[in-house]
Structures are given as C-alpha cells and as structure tokens.
C-alpha cells in the first residue's frame, strides 16, 4: 500500500520549512485515517499529526501544534506535512503511516522514512 517513500525530506535551517507528501499505491487509501510519525536516534517512533479519512479533522502533538498542518489528497492517494519554523529537535526520520479500524479488523501500513536535518 505504502510503496511511496515520503518524499521533500533534507536538510534545512533553524526557522526554515519543508514539505513532505507520501503517496500510496495498490489500492485506494481514502477509507483509512492517514498520520505521520517521527523517530529520532535512540528515541522512540512518536505521533506527528494525522489527518481524518475525509481531510476534515486533524491533529497533532502538541510539540508541533501552530507548526506543522497535515493534509491529504484523496484523488491522488496523498498525504502531505507541511512544516514550519522547524527547529533541531524536528529532525528524525518520519514515517507516513495508514491505518483503518473496524470492530473486527485493524489494518496499519507504513511507508518509507524520510530525513528531516534540521540546523541550528
């Protein structure tokens, strides 16, 4: 499903933006509530922000919260992270991530990590 890396992931400076999109293939995503996850060495894989299936409802940590916006194309299988006023804690690998829950079945896909370096 995740066969798309995130993509728009570098180095940028302290205060800088960049925007990262992930998107899926082999089989439409828009049923499943979309995310993004961040790990950063010897650390914990931690939520980022996640996005409902209809692009309505968002949320995010609250370490990025007035930062970061998440946002998803349906039409074109793709989940996007804008992120401003970055700072050297951002930096990490980060992950999209799609998951679908139902009373009997909880489905989760990952996609490949992309780096975030963030200077200070």
């Known amino acids: 499903l995740m066969s798309a890396a995130g993509v728009g992931g570098g180095l940028v400076q302290a205060g800088g933006s960049l925007r990262l999109s992930c998107a899926a293939s082999?089989?439409?995503?828009?049923?499943?509530?979309m995310g993004w996850f961040r790990q950063a060495p010897g650390k914990e894989r931690e939520f980022v922000a996640a996005v409902s299936r209809s692009g309505g409802s968002a949320y995010y940590a609250d370490s990025v919260k007035g930062r970061f916006a998440i946002s998803r194309d349906n039409a074109k299988n793709t989940v996007y992270l804008q992120m401003n006023s970055l700072k050297p804690e951002d930096a990490a690998v980060y992950f999209c991530?799609?998951?679908?829950?139902?009373?009997?079945?909880?489905?989760?896909?990952w996609g490949k990590g992309t780096q975030v370096t963030v200077s200070s």
């Open positions: 991530n799609a998951r679908r829950v139902g009373v009997d079945y909880d489905m989760e896909y």
């Open positions: 082999g089989r439409t995503f828009s049923p499943y509530d």
